[in-house]
Nanobody, 114 residues
Framework: QVQLVESGGGLVQPGGSLRLSCAPS????????MAWYRQGPGREREVVAS??????ANYVDDVEGRFTISRDNAKNLYLQMNSLKPEDTAVYYC?????????WGQGTQVTVSS
């Protein structure tokens, strides 16, 4: 069973930056669509950004221009978050989809507060 290991969350002031990382515990073969989700206090989990093997990325409107999703050949996943706002506070999860397989990270807390 593949596990996704996340790192990089923490406490940051408004306007600051964080970089999240996600790595699979063992190689995943084939076509893998990767994404970052988040779940804020009292809210449902929502997709933040996704990236195809080609590198084509999509973002939810309120992070467009502030967040950048990327992946490497080892199928590690990253989320560079700049100009963070208090409303970005949430638990962030990485997600990999490959065929019928759907893998989730354990979640990492991001808190934006002064």
């Amino acid at each position: 069973q593949v596990q996704l290991v996340e790192s990089g969350g923490g406490l940051v002031q408004p306007g600051g930056s964080l970089r999240l990382s996600c790595a699979p515990s063992r190689p995943i073969d084939g076509f893998v669509v990767m994404a970052w989700y988040r779940q804020g206090p009292g809210r449902e989990r929502e997709v933040v950004a996704s990236v195809l093997p080609s590198g084509l990325a999509n973002y939810v409107d309120d992070v467009e221009g502030r967040f950048t999703i990327s992946r490497d050949n080892a199928k590690n996943l990253y989320l560079q978050m700049n100009s963070l706002k208090p409303e970005d506070t949430a638990v962030y999860y990485c997600n990999y989809k490959s065929g019928t397989q759907d893998y989730w990270g354990q979640g990492t807390q991001v808190t934006v507060s002064s």
